[in-house]
């Protein structure tokens, strides 16, 4: 049962980088799905949010109108495309599936580990 981050690395301010975040080891179109974001120093923010269907988003203020998270239920994989990337995007991002374990009987959050994103010229 996992989550894990991939498309991290360097981005040129202006530019634009796609984060994914493939599941696995639950049922994925049960899951709501969030990006959450870690600068150094500061406190782990959310980011963007989609529900299980994908009919339904949230983003924070920060990142409205440069930022889409989309997923692929097929696929098991949820998206974070970052466009006009700016510095302070700078910071690991993280991927959380929230769902009900039916093992445990009780609602979950799942952690992935992380991908670093660096906005710099």
């Known amino acids: 049962v996992q989550v894990v981050e991939s498309g991290g690395g360097l981005g040129q301010p202006g530019g634009s980088l796609r984060l994914s975040c493939a599941a696995s080891?639950?049922?994925?179109?049960?899951?709501?799905m969030t990006w959450f974001r870690q600068a150094p120093g500061k406190e782990r923010e959310l980011v963007a949010g989609?529900?299980?269907?994908?009919?339904?988003?949230n983003y924070a203020d920060s990142v409205k109108g440069r930022f889409t998270i989309s997923r692929d239920n097929a696929k098991n994989t949820v998206y974070l495309q970052m466009n006009s990337l700016k510095p302070d995007d700078t910071a690991v991002y993280y991927c959380?599936?929230?769902?009900?374990?039916?093992?445990?009987?009780?609602?979950?959050?799942?952690w992935g580990k992380g991908t670093l994103v660096t906005v710099s010229s």
């Open positions: 959380r599936a929230r769902f009900y374990d039916s093992a445990r009987l009780m609602a979950r959050d799942l």
């Open positions: 080891g639950f049922t994925f179109s049960s899951a709501g």
């Open positions: 989609i529900s299980n269907d994908g009919g339904s988003t």
